[in-house]
């Protein structure tokens, strides 16, 4: 049995489907983004991609 080699995911695509502007760009995003806000989490700081 050989050992599982997951995906490499592309950063950019990534960051281009659940990065902070991607959020923006819909109500729901922008709406998810200030209900994270409210329970105190710092959203708008770079996570580790």
Not at 12 to 21: P, Y
Not at 36 to 49: H, L, Q, Y
Request: aromatic share 8%; net charge positive.
């Amino acid at each position: 049995m050989s050992t599982h080699y997951p995906k490499r995911r592309s950063l950019v695509k990534r960051r281009r489907k659940f990065g902070f502007r991607a959020r923006m760009k819909s109500s729901a995003g922008r709406k998810m983004i200030n209900r994270k806000r409210r329970a105190g989490r710092s959203v708008n700081v770079r996570s580790n991609f």
